[in-house]
């Protein structure tokens, strides 16, 4: 009672009746370098695509798509309670992980207010997102491709006075339809749900919400009231932890496998 944030998958599922689909442990910056040059996290995986990170995202995509066997998602949202909890970080990294499993991916940055996804690319200058849906750039205008990556990126573009009624609008939702068709996996960054109502109208056009929360710390109250928000019709998938700190979490069991006898399972 006195904790305030979730620290185990139980905790979780007995509070918010969802479960935990992955966790991500916190990285050092002294851990993120290879032959001397420093590397941003999301593209972590690439340079070490057998480390426990990689194997953290690759966790989230299996649990996503076990969400729905049925019909597994397609048009992935990806938010989080309050900020700089590395939704983004979390975002970038799921589209790269299922780009190099193969899967033909576009990410679409959906903050409008903050576009981070758009920085992450050095793509904040240019047209996007809002270009788009207010007429003024094509789709083919838009999408950006990174070979390297595997991935198409879309930024989010220019400013907008009144991002609820852009992406709420019937040309949103005729792109969100149009990438559902053109690509196997759609990843959509939107803002926190605490602050603004942007991520509410995103949720109802995706296939299944993604909460990032940082491992007990984030207020148990409020992701319970962010995840009432956008819970229409169980479209949250379920929640990740994110900067799960390795030397605490031991003490909460054997869900967090960051001990010695796991570390032969992976390659930093």
Request: charged letters at 25%; glycine letters at 6%; a positive charge.
């Amino acid at each position: 009672m006195l904790k305030s944030g979730f620290t185990t998958p139980r905790e979780v599922e007995e509070a918010l009746g969802i479960p935990v689909l992955g966790s991500v442990r916190k990285m050092n910056k002294s851990e993120l370098v290879k032959d001397g040059r420093n590397i941003p996290l999301p593209l972590y995986q690439v340079h070490y695509p057998l480390s426990p990170f990689s194997e953290a995202i690759r966790t989230l995509r299996s649990g996503i798509h076990m969400s729905d066997v049925d019909r597994p998602p397609k048009v992935i949202h990806v938010t989080s309670a309050r900020p700089s909890e590395g939704k983004t970080t979390i975002a970038l990294s799921l589209a790269i992980s299922a780009a190099f499993a193969g899967k033909k991916v576009v990410l679409l940055d959906g903050d409008l207010r903050h576009p981070a996804a758009s920085r992450f690319f050095k793509l904040d200058q240019e047209r996007g997102l809002v270009d788009l849906l207010v007429g003024a750039a094509t789709v083919d205008d838009v999408l950006i491709s990174y070979k390297d990556l595997k991935l198409t990126v879309i930024p989010a573009g220019s400013k907008s006075l009144n991002p609820p009624d852009v992406l709420g609008s019937e040309r949103m939702k005729a792109l969100i339809s149009q990438l559902r068709e053109t690509f196997d996996y759609v990843v959509v960054d939107t803002p926190p749900v605490g602050p603004v109502v942007d991520p509410v109208i995103v949720a109802d056009l995706a296939d299944k919400t993604v909460f990032v929360i940082q491992w007990a710390s984030t207020p148990r109250d409020l992701v319970e009231t962010s995840i009432q928000q956008v819970s229409a019709r169980k479209r949250v998938a379920g929640v990740v932890f994110n900067y799960v700190n390795r030397a605490q979490a031991m003490k909460y069991g054997s869900y967090y496998h960051y001990g010695t006898s796991y570390e032969k399972y992976y390659s930093e």
